[in-house]
Every structure is written in structure tokens, then in C-alpha cells.
């Protein structure tokens, strides 16, 4: 049996055409962009012209986009900058959050530099965005709100429009951790009031070690990483050249592509979802599936057995590719947060498939029907 890669919300595999852009910068193409001969020069033109692409593509301005190592390390610059730049004293968040954010949080919470707040999760795993509006009129002082725009392990949409405008309403800075959405949907960044999003190519077909970080030309912050005047002062260090690059490459096949597949993809989502119900009728899925939700994540639940504990080792045994939750805590025994904020006291065993445009129904059917022997 060939390997069935069903967890590309974890990584997606890299594009042939996104690695032959990369490889002239991996290769004769090799000069530091902050040197001044020919070399460099042509460097630095190549991340311009990145910055420009991605720009266009999100509807934002060059001077509003920054290149880090990805979204683990946007969302820290973000949150950091939101506290000690731009004075926010409280942050509203939720316990769903992507460990980068919600690490962060905490860490500023027990510095004691920001009091944190969280909202409450609802039975289908969205958000009680009332109690953000109240919260935030209660609190009546400078305000970080960082939700993320799909939650990773659930698939659960935001409604990032309806919180960008209880943000603005409130004087509030959002930021969104965009990671999962960012190469699959849309973007008007002219017309969104969201201060920061991040992202990370390799969620869409990208190089890994590439991420973005946005931030509204209406905030002035202060440099994230010391030491150099790389990213317009911002981020010191030699460019990963050939990985923005690569990103650039890679937003734009996504944006090229981006109709017919998120289409094809929820489709194949869909259908595996009505395999599953049809194998298993005691099946349940964590979230929203089939109403406000990310088209390339299908997050089941099965009756606690003996078998159902080993289930991702012997879907792994038999060459499938699946998820616990989240890929940053796979191989952790504690289990996902997020799961656990959800139904506090169940005790299901969890499978996260997740899909790309390299999936097939056949790859599908073939994992239900190895399911079926495993449950």
C-alpha cells in the first residue's frame, strides 16, 4: 500500500514549480542582499519583488509586509509589539489558540505586563463574539484581541470580519493568526481593519522556514529582531532569500488556483465526511463541519476502545498519514488543548484528516475501509 498523506494542515508537500524558482537562489544566484556589487543587488531585487507579488496578492502595501522564519515566529513579534509597543494592558484571546499565541499570552500575563481574558467557547467550538463586544467595552483601556482566523485542529472559522469591527469599534488591536487561512481564502488587507496576520508557506505547497508577518502601516512598532537594518530595520539577519522567494511563488499559484481547489478539496472533504457516518454511525466531528469551517480539515471522534487508543499508530503502521490534533503536539501524551476546551469531558479518541488538491476519493475510500478493521 503506497503512503496516504491525509495531514496537510500539519505541511503540504513543496509545488515542482515553486522549487524551480527557489533553485537559481539556491544555486549560481547565491549573493547577500545587503551587499553592494552585482550579486547582492540582484538578491535584494528578488525579495522586493516577493514583498511586491505578496502585497498585490493580500491587497496591501509593500512597506506592510515582513518576512520571518513563520507563523510561530509572527505571531510572537506580533503580540510583543501589541504589549510593549503599542501599550495594550489586557489581552482577549481564547483557549483554542495555537500554542505560539497562547504561550506568548501567558508569558506576558505572568510578567505581569498584560491581564488576560478569554472568551467563552460555544457547544459547535465557535466563539461567543457578544461577549467580545462586551468585554471590550467594559474593559475601557488599550486592548490586544488575537483570535485566530481557522483553528487548526477543528477547522472552525472565525468571523474575522464581524471581530475586525468590534475591534474598531472599541479602539482595539487584532491580531489574527492567519496560518491555516492564508493561501486559502481571499485577503482585502486595504479593507480589513486587522493590525497583524501571519502565515507560513509550507500550508500552501511552500518551502517550511518561510512565514509572513503583516502590520498595518497605521501602527509604528519597534524592531522585532536586533542587530541589522534587514526588513527595513524591523528583523536583523540574512534574508532566507530563497524561502521568500519560494513564498512569493507559492501565494501566487495558491491565488492562480484557488477556486477550483478549495472546491475540489471540500468535496473531498465532504465525502469522506458521508463515508465516515455511512462505516461508523456513532462517528461525531469536533467542530462546525458543515457549517463556518475550513475547507481542508475533517476532525472525527470515535467511541473510546482498546483499539481506538493506537488508532494514529496503526493508521501510521498501515501507511496513513494522519492527526491527533495539531502537528506541533503529535507526539505529546497530554493530548490536544483544544479538544479538551471543547468537551471537557469526553473521552473519544480524535482524528484529524486534513486534505490538498493532491488527495483523492480513491485515497478516501481506502482509508475508511482500513478504519473499519482499526475501530
Known amino acids: 500500500m503506497e503512503r496516504i498523506y491525509f495531514d496537510n494542515a500539519a505541511t503540504t508537500p513543496l509545488d515542482p514549480a515553486v522549487l524551480d524558482t527557489m533553485l537559481p537562489f539556491l544555486t549560481e544566484k547565491f549573493g547577500n542582499p545587503s551587499s553592494i556589487y552585482s550579486y ?9 519583488q516577493a514583498r511586491k507579488t505578496v502585497a498585490r496578492l493580500l491587497h496591501a502595501h509593500p512597506a506592510e509586509i515582513f518576512f520571518t522564519s513563520g507563523g510561530t515566529e509572527s505571531s510572537n513579534a506580533a503580540i510583543r509589539a501589541a504589549v510593549q509597543d503599542l501599550g495594550c494592558r489586557h489581552i482577549i484571546s481564547s483557549p483554542l489558540e495555537h500554542h505560539a499565541t497562547l504561550h506568548t499570552i ?9 491581564k488576560l481574558h478569554f472568551l467563552n467557547v460555544l457547544p459547535d467550538g465557535h466563539l461567543d463574539l457578544d461577549q467580545l463586544d462586551g468585554l471590550l467595552d467594559r474593559i475601557g483601556e488599550r486592548t490586544l484581541v ?20 468590534i475591534c474598531k469599534k472599541h479602539h482595539a488591536i487584532f491580531h489574527s493568526d492567519t496560518v491555516q487561512t492564508l493561501g486559502h481564502y481571499a485577503f482585502d488587507l486595504g479593507s480589513l481593519p486587522v493590525h497583524f496576520i501571519t502565515g507560513a508557506s509550507h500550508k500552501f505547497h511552500g518551502p517550511k522556514g518561510a512565514g509572513l508577518l503583516y502590520i498595518n502601516e497605521q501602527i509604528k512598532v519597534k524592531p522585532f529582531i536586533q542587530g541589522g537594518s534587514q526588513e527595513r530595520n524591523m528583523r536583523a539577519g540574512t534574508e532566507n532569500l530563497y524561502g521568500i522567494v519560494g513564498f512569493a511563488k507559492a501565494l501566487e499559484l495558491a491565488t492562480e488556483r484557488m477556486e477550483d481547489d478549495s472546491k475540489y478539496i471540500n468535496d473531498l472533504r465532504i465525502y469522506m465526511a ?3 457516518k455511512k462505516a461508523f454511525p456513532d462517528v461525531k466531528w469536533n467542530g462546525d463541519v458543515f457549517g463556518r469551517s475550513l475547507y481542508t480539515i475533517l476532525s472525527v471522534s470515535f467511541p473510546k476502545t482498546e483499539k481506538s487508543d493506537m488508532l494514529l499508530f496503526n493508521l501510521d503502521i498501515n501507511h496513513i498519514c494522519a492527526s491527533g490534533g495539531s502537528a506541533c503536539t503529535s507526539g505529546a501524551q497530554q493530548g490536544s488543548h483544544v479538544i479538551r476546551a471543547m468537551y471537557p469531558d469526553s473521552d473519544r479518541a480524535t482524528v484529524r484528516f486534513s486534505f490538498s488538491r493532491h488527495n483523492t476519493r480513491k485515497e478516501v475510500d481506502e482509508v475508511v475501509n482500513k478504519l473499519e478493521s482499526l475501530v
Open 274 to 276: 458521508e463515508a465516515l
Open 40 to 48: 547582492g543587488r540582484e538578491s535584494r531585487m528578488a525579495i522586493e
Open 106 to 114: 501567558s508569558y506576558y500575563q505572568e510578567r505581569g505586563e498584560a
Open 146 to 165: 488575537s483570535l485566530m482566523h481557522a483553528n487548526n485542529e477543528t477547522g472552525n472559522l472565525l468571523d474575522i470580519h464581524r471581530v475586525a469591527a
